[in-house]
């Protein structure tokens, strides 16, 4: 622990009691990434319950300089959750309050320790639902911290799109609202956006207000193989920009085929594969699926199967939710690393079949699969932490991936976020003229950068 911010832990004990912990495991598990990248545990964790304790701890934290880290349930990639200086982690996963369904409104408000399975599960008897799916079950106020988006993205957007307003407790403990349940406005700064990829450096998002979309009457899903990764990527590319409304588009690599047979009992062709899914009236899923099988062939597409039985849609998407941990049982000893970037639909094929090449030419084992309908992919790469070759490979590996996509006129990171992980690529992507203007908001807002310091960028 850091002695700097004793007095500041003795004041936060003595207001909240034993909601504060300092205790060593705690605050571990606290900060544990889904990464490589090393822990740096908070001084202490609070676990809070409502926004007021929240803005009270901040508080006493801003007149300490003490730093704050606000933590969902944990599921971020890039090192989000450490404490490189220390300082408090505020736990929100007892915030599940959802305050209101208005479902003549299509819209809902929820606490931001509400997880996305929670809210699709209160809104069962609606006919409504939240589509925003990255496939953990992360807390919404998580997902608008790192601008999350996930497997339904090409067709409903990412939180970018379905987030109409946000409470947020500020770095001196003000709570503001960020907008309304209007679907527009043009009245004064775009707040809501501003805070929505921000990773808790300029506040810490208390209450979500989202867009709910109408449950479709037909869902039809599919998958089909290709020869090899360009025709893939190519058939993709072919599909939206012929302006099929697909729902889903999924791209995954032998590789990961292999892993997902083995992990979730499966017996599928062990090539590169597209899941797809429609979402519509019974005849216009039938349509679409029926142009998307003759896209597919013109660039080798072959054995698609096509299905509207919920449950054969259902094994298909869980064995995609858990292509994570599908690769990583194919090393169970090895440390996992997974990264992404986003290209324009354009660029996909060559940014994907350049970054195949590469882990192939390093020796290396790491699975791609990809949100491909909107030009995003991941990598999971699987190595040896006590090989200084392997670390170095995954490190070159990484490197040329980022400046790869940025390169294309893409991103370094399509929805995992910067974190600690890929600060090094923001000037490159950015230019430093942006940079500095993202810093001086930093400073504006959060003058004694209590606020998540030492993310998205180097300090």
């Keep these: 622990m850091n002695e700097r911010f004793s007095e500041a832990i ?10 504060l912990s300092t205790n060593p495991t705690v605050r571990q598990q606290h900060a544990h990434t889904m990464s490589w990248i090393e ?3 908070p001084d202490a964790v609070l676990t809070v319950t409502n926004k007021q304790q929240i803005s009270e701890a901040v508080k006493i934290c801003n007149a300490h300089k003490m730093p704050v880290i606000a933590f969902g349930t944990g599921s971020s990639l890039e090192g989000q959750l450490n404490a490189p200086h ?3 982690c505020i736990d929100m996963s007892q915030m599940t309050n959802i305050v209101r369904i208005d479902a ?3 819209t809902a408000t929820v606490e931001a320790g509400v997880t996305r399975e929670q809210l699709n ?15 953990a079950n992360a807390s919404i106020g998580g997902m608008c911290a790192t601008r999350a988006s996930g497997t339904n993205a090409v067709k409903y957007g990412t939180m970018k799109d379905v987030v109409l307003c946000l409470e947020v407790v500020l770095p001196n403990g003000d709570i503001i609202k960020t907008g309304t349940r209007a679907k527009k406005s043009s009245a004064g700064y775009d707040l809501t956006r501003l805070m929505i990829g921000s990773e808790g450096t300029l506040g810490i998002i208390t209450e979500i207000t989202v867009k709910l979309f109408g449950q479709p009457d037909c869902v039809g899903s599919g998958l089909c193989h290709f020869n090899d990764i360009d025709g893939a990527c190519q058939a993709v590319m072919l599909t939206i920009q012929y302006g099929l409304p697909v729902a889903r588009l999924e791209l995954l690599d032998g590789t990961q085929i292999k892993a997902c047979n083995a992990y979730s009992k499966l017996n599928l062709q062990e090539t590169p594969t597209l899941f797809v899914e429609f979402h519509g009236t019974a005849n216009g899923v039938a349509e679409q699926a029926q142009i998307f099988a003759g896209i597919i062939e013109e660039f080798g597409g072959f054995g698609f199967t096509y299905s509207q039985d919920e449950s054969e849609r259902k094994k298909l998407w869980t064995a995609r939710h858990n292509a994570y941990y599908a690769a990583k049982a194919l090393k169970p000893d090895f440390e996992s690393l997974s990264t992404d970037a986003c290209v324009p639909i354009s660029r996909l094929a060559e940014c994907v079949g350049q970054t195949v ?3 192939k030419e390093q020796g290396m084992t790491a699975p791609v699969v990809g949100h491909v309908g909107d030009g995003n992919f991941h990598v999971l790469l699987l190595l040896d932490k006590n090989n200084p070759d392997d670390i170095q490979k995954t490190k070159d590996i990484l490197s040329r991936l980022a400046k790869r996509a940025i390169a294309m ?3 370094c990171t399509g929805e ?5 992980g890929k600060r090094a690529y923001m000037a490159l992507e950015h230019g430093d003229e942006a940079i500095a203007v993202m810093k001086a908001i930093k400073s504006a807002i959060d003058p004694n950068n209590i606020m998540n310091p030492d993310k998205i960028w180097f300090e």
Excluded: M, N
Aim: proline content about 4%; aromatic content about 6%; glycine content about 18%.
């Design 409 to 411: 006129d893409g991103t």
């Design 39 to 41: 822990t740096e545990a």
């Design 10 to 19: 003795a004041k936060l004990s003595q207001t909240f009691g034993k909601a």
């Design 357 to 359: 090449a590469d882990i």
């Design 86 to 88: 220390g300082g408090l």
């Design 121 to 135: 599960e209160a809104l069962r008897h609606t006919g409504l639902f939240f589509p925003i799916d990255p496939g």
């Design 104 to 106: 003549e409104d299509l």
């Design 416 to 420: 995992h976020g910067v974190g600690q």
